[in-house]
């Protein structure tokens, strides 16, 4: 899979995440410490975002590392 495709993946997996835990963007992003802007673009699959912000959001969804690279 190309890398722009892997990174489109990725976002897809936290929208569909964020969605069944019936959270909004604004709600995540104040539980990961993100902007809503910027988790916009990693759900649009614009952002590859750092190691970091996806412990953050990994923590803020309270999932495990797998779901959220499935697809990958």
Known sequence: MAPAR????FGKNICQ????????QEELAERSELSRGFL?????GRKLPTLRTILAL???LDVEWVDLFKGL
């Not at 892997?6 to 993946?9: D, E, M, T, Y």
């Not at 964020?18 to 909004?24: A, G, P, S, V």
């Not at 916009?40 to 649009?44: G, T």
């Open 40 to 44: 916009q673009d990693i759900e649009a």
């Open 17 to 24: 995440i964020r969605m069944r835990r019936e959270l909004t």
């Open 58 to 60: 990994r923590k803020a």
């Open 6 to 9: 892997k990174i489109a993946q």
